[in-house]
């Protein structure tokens, strides 16, 4: 694995040092962000809506999907809570 810098390890030299019982708490900076679990969804949209958001990736240079997830999760932000449904009683 080449490596960037100076001094950098690859993640299986630094597996080998901690295997070994050395400390290699100076590699970690714990500074991370959650990761949550994926799902797969189907969204039915018109060609324009699909132009209209192929033209937007193209213009920022990221995916249609980087465009889609950014502007609902803005939609979403500013979008007041919804208030939660009463639940029926069975019977």
């Not at 030299?13 to 959650?34: L, P, Q």
């Not at 803005?74 to 029926?88: G, M, T, V």
């Amino acid at each position: 694995m080449p490596k960037t810098f100076k001094g950098a390890m690859s993640a299986d030299e630094i597996a080998e040092k901690a295997s070994r019982g050395e400390d290699i708490s100076a590699y970690f900076t714990n500074k991370f962000t959650v990761v949550r679990p994926v799902r797969r969804v189907n969204v039915d949209l018109t060609q324009g809506m699909l132009r209209e958001l192929d033209e937007r990736a193209a213009r920022l240079n990221v995916s249609r999907q980087a465009v889609i997830k950014t502007l609902l999760g803005r939609a979403l932000a500013e979008a007041p809570p919804s208030k939660p449904k009463p639940r029926r009683k069975a019977g």
